[in-house]
């Protein structure tokens, strides 16, 4: 049973970091594109970062780049994202999922981890 558990959001201050870890079961992670996204309220899901499975290339929004960091450490089935110098704007849940190929869609998502940023 495939399931992606995110953890590590909180409530912080402007300038402040926080580490967000997706723990994923029942895939092998080295072959699977996972990224990170982020809801705010009232507002559409926005991808944030992606890291691929060919040499583990990262990609990231402009809004994000420069500051937050993807990585992967496959001996933990584990996706981290690394965020620093947080804004207000980053306030959101945020939720990984992994990424199908062969369909081109993300296809299982986790249940998200609340992060608060205040001014």
């Known amino acids: 049973q495939v399931q992606l558990v995110e953890s590590g959001g909180d409530s912080v201050q402007s300038g402040g970091s926080l580490t967000l870890s997706c723990v994923a079961s029942?895939?092998?992670?080295?072959?699977?594109?996972i990224g990170w996204f982020r809801q705010a309220p009232g507002k559409e899901r926005e991808a944030v970062a992606c890291i691929s499975t060919e040499n583990d290339s990262t990609f990231y929004s402009d809004s994000v780049k420069g500051r937050f960091t993807i990585s992967r450490d496959k001996t933990s089935t584990t996706v981290y994202l690394q965020m620093n110098n947080l804004k207000p704007e980053d306030t959101a849940v945020y939720f990984c999922?992994?990424?199908?190929?062969?369909?081109?869609?993300?296809?299982?998502w986790g249940q998200g981890t609340q992060v608060t940023v205040s001014s």
């Open positions: 029942g895939f092998t992670l080295d072959y699977y594109a």
């Open positions: 999922a992994k990424y199908l190929a062969s369909w081109g869609t993300w296809d299982y």
